[in-house]
């Protein structure tokens, strides 16, 4: 069985409120990079299958020299195989470019069976890259998934959950499966772990590594749908707290109960 | 010319309320052109789905019925979207932004090579082509995204738009049609489904949230079980703070924030919250928000309209028993 797991690097999400607009706009966040967080539960995911179905797992993410910081998180915790996917020609890319390129990869890469990824990322928020995996690749596509329950004969047995409640799926191989955080607990990275990835020699695949794959990667044949503009932090929200203290806990209570009615929103 | 098409989800023949939402922001647009509005309904047996959309602001109703389409699965759903967007040429495409519209808005948009936005909070056109508002970097930052697709696809999150009122005596047209994928192409097949607890009302459908943090770590069965009183009692749902979730006091299916339920109720009480970023960028959009918190200083209290600067084990029943006075 051959899994891959497709990360990405992100600003550390307790440091999020200390981003300025400027630092985003140039691409210089000075904050701390980690393994998305949502990631941490797909690098987990694979781990596990690999220990109950047996094969290889494989890390990768497209991202500057200083994203093989999160492959290496990702071999601290037990994997094996990374692949950091760096041009200068993959910046700029929207989520399809980026699905592209990590298509790519993984075709070059070999066989595969079930690739993850997690739900999305913390800076972009989107979620778009596991669907345009799928899509890229013929792959079945699995999203919200909760439970892997078996791989077997070909087919993906999965629980994902949605609004009404959780349905389970039977899907045929190969799939691309976003995972949420119900699905496990992440380990931490070990500390034998940590000096196994320290040492670790990660491949670096270029454009032109890409281009017997597809053609189009590095050319301008990814260029982005949709553009973001007007970066801007959100309105501070106007109002000033009423705080509400009668006295006594009871009397506190009724005036705040009767604020609340006479708000309408009760 | 800007024309729209709306994706309307349906589950066992019931429409999500929050497509009527996209459906009413999508028939403000439309107006704005002057181009008639077109829905998609997708399922077996969903013909009252497609009436109701014309009660909400459709002009045209897709109806695309098939005994493979009853449940929602990617593949036969893109294939009927991407069909109606070749044969009907809708230039704007809409979901709402739930597990099933955003993964649907995302095959559409990567087969049909469009620029997307996911998980817009607001939508206006410009010079006929859609322009999308929504947040990134945890809710930290907003940003406008702009296209340069001549398909345009956005899904949009629950709650940011009103729900139009249905008008009964509104007219418009069914155009059916079925399946596009034959049945045994499909990759996937769906063999259980657990529905979530009947009663419980969902915590992105709901009107008032309650919510629990570390303030209840004294004893948290007791603490939940306060809270609870207090939601059912207003008819709101229970959520949580990841503090609570982490610490094990509730499971995560009540997380409310970046990392779980982004919510906008018109009230949310965050009982013993302290208020961290990533709770924060999850329900700050709430219409009046209301802290019970023992410390002052606590940064809910910066976001907060009331407040009140106490123990939640003392203030929750207190106020429980105040709201069961009024609302009896």
Not at chain 1, 117 to 134: E, F, I
Not at chain 1, 210 to 218: E, H
Not at chain 1, 237 to 256: M, N, T
Not at chain 2, 183 to 203: H, K, N, Q
Request: charged content about 20%; hydrophobic content about 45%.
């Amino acid at each position: 069985m051959n899994f891959v797991v497709c990360v990405k690097q992100t600003p550390d999400t307790a440091e999020m409120s200390k981003i300025s607009v400027a630092e985003v706009s140039s691409g210089d966040i000075k904050a701390t990079l980690v393994l998305n967080p949502w990631d941490e539960y797909a690098v987990e995911e694979a781990l596990l299958l690999q220990d109950r179905f047996g094969g290889e797992v494989t890390v990768m993410t497209t991202g500057p020299e200083t994203a093989t910081d999160a492959l290496k998180d990702a071999i601290a915790r037990g994997i094996k195989n990374a692949l950091l996917l760096d041009d200068p020609a993959f910046s700029g890319t929207d989520a399809w470019g980026t699905a592209a390129i990590l298509s790519a990869a993984i075709r070059k890469n070999g066989d595969f069976d079930v690739v993850l990824t997690g739900k999305m990322s913390v800076d972009g928020n989107s979620g778009l890259v596991a669907p345009g995996l799928a899509r890229k690749l013929g792959a079945t596509l699995l999203t919200q998934v909760t439970r892997i329950l078996d791989i077997a004969d070909g087919m993906i047995t999965v629980e994902r959950q949605l609004e009404e409640g959780r349905e389970i799926v039977t899907a045929t191989l190969p799939a691309v499966v976003s995972v949420g955080k119900e699905i496990n607990e992440p380990r931490y990275p070990s500390f034998m772990g940590i000096r196994k990835a320290a040492r670790a020699d990660i491949p670096v695949w270029s454009a032109q590594d890409l281009a017997s794959i597809d053609p189009l990667i590095g050319t301008n044949g990814y260029v982005p749908g949709a553009r973001w503009t007007d970066l801007r932090k959100p309105p501070a929200r106007a109002s000033e707290v009423v705080l509400v203290d009668e006295g006594s806990v009871d009397a506190s209570a009724a005036k705040l109960a009767d604020l609340l009615m006479a708000e309408k929103v009760v | 010319m800007m024309s729209i098409l709306v994706f309307i989800e349906q589950f066992k023949g019931t429409a999500a309320p929050v497509s009527w939402e996209v459906l009413g922001k999508a028939r403000e647009l439309a107006d704005q052109s002057g181009k008639p509005l077109a829905a998609v309904v997708i399922g077996d047996s969903v013909e009252s789905v497609a009436q109701e959309a014309i009660t909400f602001g459709a002009d045209i109703v897709h109806l695309v019925e098939d005994a493979s389409l009853a449940s929602y699965r990617v593949d036969p759903y893109a294939a009927v979207v991407e069909d109606l967007v070749q044969s009907y040429d809708p230039t704007i495409v809409l979901f709402a932004a739930t597990a099933r519209g955003r993964d649907l808005a995302a095959v559409v948009a990567c087969d049909l090579e469009a620029g997307i936005a996911a998980d817009c909070i607001d939508l206006a056109l410009d010079d006929g082509k859609l322009v999308a508002t929504r947040t990134v970097y945890a809710g930290n930052m907003l940003t406008t995204v702009h296209f340069d697709t001549p398909v345009q696809v956005a899904s949009v999150r629950a709650r940011v738009f009103p729900s139009p009122q249905a008008d009964p005596a509104r007219s418009g047209t069914i155009k059916r049609s079925g399946a596009v994928l034959p049945a045994s192409d499909l990759r996937e097949e769906i063999i259980g489904f657990e529905e979530v607890s009947t009663g419980e009302v969902s915590l992105t459908e709901a009107n008032i949230i309650v919510s629990g943090g570390r303030g209840v770590a004294r004893d948290p069965e007791t603490g939940f079980a306060m809270i609870r009183e207090l939601a059912d009692t207003i008819g709101g749902a229970m959520g949580a703070s990841r503090a609570a979730v982490d610490a094990g006091y509730i499971a995560y299916a009540r997380q409310v924030g970046q990392t779980g339920k982004m919510v906008r109720p018109d009230l949310y009480i965050a009982c013993g919250i302290s208020g961290a970023i990533q709770h924060l960028a999850g329900m700050s959009d709430s219409k009046v928000i209301v802290a019970i918190n023992k410390d002052a200083d606590a940064p809910i209290f910066s976001v907060a309209g009331y407040g009140i600067v106490g123990d939640l084990f003392e203030v929750v029943p207190a106020l429980t028993l105040e709201m069961k006075k009024r609302l009896a």
